[in-house]
C-alpha cells in the first residue's frame, strides 16, 4: 500500500518530538512546512490563553520575566557568543549548567542551535542561508525556516569541538528533557506557594502558564527578531558582505544582540556594543563573571575594528537611530 510512507514519516516526526536524532540518516533537506513537527510549537501558542483559567499573580508575572531574562542570558551568552563563536572560555561544569539553562528556552539543543548558526554566518544573505530576510522574506525569517526539514538535523560536522561532550549530545539529542524540567519545577514551586503562602495567590498551573508558557513565546519571538529585523531594519556601521543591522531596540530587547552589524563585522568579539554607547548587557554580566572567575578569556574588539568603525561616514540621522 503506498500510505505506509506517509504514515512512517507521521511516526518518525512524533518520535523526534522526544528524540531529536531519530531516523538521523534520513536526507532531510525539504523547505516545505512540516505541520506535525510544528504541533508543539502552535500548542505552545495556544496554551498563552491558559492565563484566562489561572488568571495572573504579582508572583506570576514575576517568575516569567526572571524567566525571560535569565533563558534569555543563556542563549546570548553561552548558546550564541559561547557555543557558536567561542568568544571566551569556560569550565565544563559551568558549560553544562548554562546548556541546560539555554536548552529551557525550547529553542532546541546547544549543538543543533550553534551548528546552523555557523551556517548562517558562513553563507549569510546568500541562497545557503535557511533564514535570511533578504533572500526569503520576514516571515520565513522569523518563523517559517524551523518548519521545514532542512533545518532540523544537528550538523554535528560543524559543531566537532563541542559535540565531543557526551552531556552536550544528551541534551542535543534530548532537547524536550530541560523543558520538561523546568515545567516540573515550576509547578512545583507554584504548589509549594499554594500551601506554604496562599497569600501570593498563585498555583502550580499558573507558574506553569506564566513562567514557561507566556514566556517561552516572548523569549522566542525576540530571539528570532535577530534573524528576521536584523538584517533589514537599523544601520551599517561597518562594511560586510550581508545586510546586517545595528539597531539599538532589538539590543534592548535581546540583552545586546542587537548590535548585529558589529558582530558581523567580528564575530568571535565576546563584547557585541563595540562602543560605549552601545548598550550590551550581556557583555556587562560577562564581565561581572569573569570577575569572579565563571568565565575567562573574553575576546577583545581590536583596535582597528574600533577605529575603522570610527571612521566609516555616518550621516547625523543614521547616528541617533543607532543609538
Given at each position: 500500500?503506498?500510505?505506509?510512507?506517509?504514515?512512517?514519516?507521521?511516526?518518525?516526526?512524533?518520535?523526534?518530538?522526544?528524540?531529536?536524532?531519530?531516523?538521523?540518516?534520513?536526507?532531510?533537506?525539504?523547505?516545505?512546512?512540516?505541520?506535525?513537527?510544528?504541533?508543539?510549537?502552535?500548542?505552545?501558542?495556544?496554551?498563552?490563553?491558559?492565563?484566562?483559567?489561572?488568571?495572573?499573580?504579582?508572583?506570576?508575572?514575576?517568575?516569567?520575566?526572571?524567566?525571560?531574562?535569565?533563558?534569555?542570558?543563556?542563549?546570548?551568552?553561552?548558546?550564541?557568543?559561547?557555543?557558536?563563536?567561542?568568544?571566551?572560555?569556560?569550565?565544563?561544569?559551568?558549560?553544562?549548567?548554562?546548556?541546560?539553562?539555554?536548552?529551557?528556552?525550547?529553542?532546541?539543543?546547544?549543538?543543533?542551535?550553534?551548528?546552523?548558526?555557523?551556517?548562517?554566518?558562513?553563507?549569510?544573505?546568500?541562497?545557503?542561508?535557511?533564514?535570511?530576510?533578504?533572500?526569503?522574506?520576514?516571515?520565513?525569517?522569523?518563523?517559517?525556516?524551523?518548519?521545514?526539514?532542512?533545518?532540523?538535523?544537528?550538523?554535528?560536522?560543524?559543531?566537532?569541538?563541542?559535540?565531543?561532550?557526551?552531556?552536550?549530545?544528551?541534551?542535543?539529542?534530548?532537547?524536550?528533557?530541560?523543558?520538561?524540567?523546568?515545567?516540573?519545577?515550576?509547578?512545583?514551586?507554584?504548589?509549594?506557594?499554594?500551601?506554604?503562602?496562599?497569600?501570593?495567590?498563585?498555583?502550580?498551573?499558573?507558574?506553569?502558564?506564566?513562567?514557561?508558557?507566556?514566556?517561552?513565546?516572548?523569549?522566542?519571538?525576540?530571539?528570532?527578531?535577530?534573524?528576521?529585523?536584523?538584517?533589514?531594519?537599523?544601520?551599517?556601521?561597518?562594511?560586510?558582505?550581508?545586510?546586517?543591522?545595528?539597531?539599538?531596540?532589538?539590543?534592548?530587547?535581546?540583552?545586546?544582540?542587537?548590535?548585529?552589524?558589529?558582530?558581523?563585522?567580528?564575530?568571535?568579539?565576546?563584547?557585541?556594543?563595540?562602543?560605549?554607547?552601545?548598550?550590551?548587557?550581556?557583555?556587562?554580566?560577562?564581565?561581572?563573571?569573569?570577575?569572579?572567575?565563571?568565565?575567562?578569556s573574553l575576546n577583545p574588539v581590536p583596535p582597528h575594528i574600533l577605529q575603522e568603525g570610527l571612521q566609516r561616514p555616518l550621516a547625523t540621522d543614521d547616528m541617533e537611530r543607532e543609538r
Amino acid at each position: 500500500m503506498n500510505t505506509s510512507p506517509v504514515r512512517s514519516g507521521w511516526l518518525t516526526n512524533i518520535l523526534r518530538w522526544v528524540d531529536s536524532y531519530a531516523a538521523n540518516d534520513e536526507e532531510m533537506t525539504s523547505t516545505r512546512f512540516n505541520w506535525v513537527r510544528v504541533i508543539p510549537f502552535i500548542v505552545l501558542h495556544l496554551a498563552c490563553f491558559g492565563v484566562f483559567v489561572t488568571g495572573t499573580s504579582t508572583t506570576a508575572v514575576v517568575v516569567c520575566l526572571i524567566s525571560y531574562w535569565l533563558r534569555l542570558f543563556a542563549i546570548t551568552a553561552f548558546y550564541h557568543r559561547y557555543f557558536s563563536h567561542r568568544s571566551y572560555k569556560t569550565n565544563r561544569f559551568w558549560q553544562f549548567i548554562f546548556a541546560l539553562l539555554g536548552n529551557m528556552a525550547a529553542q532546541r539543543g546547544p549543538l543543533w542551535w550553534a551548528a546552523h548558526h555557523r551556517v548562517h554566518h558562513q553563507h549569510s544573505d546568500t541562497d545557503k542561508d535557511l533564514h535570511s530576510p533578504v533572500k526569503r522574506g520576514f516571515w520565513w525569517s522569523h518563523v517559517g525556516w524551523f518548519t521545514c526539514d532542512a533545518s532540523f538535523k544537528t550538523q554535528l560536522n560543524r559543531i566537532k569541538d563541542f559535540a565531543r561532550y557526551p552531556e552536550l549530545r544528551w541534551l542535543d539529542r534530548y532537547d524536550v528533557f530541560a523543558p520538561l524540567l523546568l515545567i516540573t519545577l515550576l509547578f512545583a514551586a507554584g504548589e509549594l506557594l499554594a500551601h506554604f503562602r496562599p497569600q501570593s495567590g498563585t498555583s502550580g498551573l499558573q507558574l506553569v502558564v506564566w513562567g514557561f508558557v507566556i514566556s517561552t513565546v516572548l523569549l522566542f519571538h525576540s530571539t528570532v527578531t535577530i534573524n528576521s529585523l536584523g538584517h533589514i531594519w537599523g544601520r551599517k556601521r561597518f562594511k560586510t558582505k550581508d545586510e546586517s543591522r545595528n539597531n539599538a531596540f532589538l539590543a534592548l530587547l535581546t540583552l545586546g544582540e542587537g548590535w548585529h552589524n558589529n558582530h558581523h563585522r567580528f564575530a568571535v568579539s565576546a563584547r557585541q556594543g563595540f562602543y560605549w554607547w552601545q548598550i550590551d548587557i550581556t557583555w556587562m554580566i560577562l564581565k561581572l563573571m569573569s570577575w569572579v572567575g565563571i568565565v575567562h578569556s573574553l575576546n577583545p574588539v581590536p583596535p582597528h575594528i574600533l577605529q575603522e568603525g570610527l571612521q566609516r561616514p555616518l550621516a547625523t540621522d543614521d547616528m541617533e537611530r543607532e543609538r
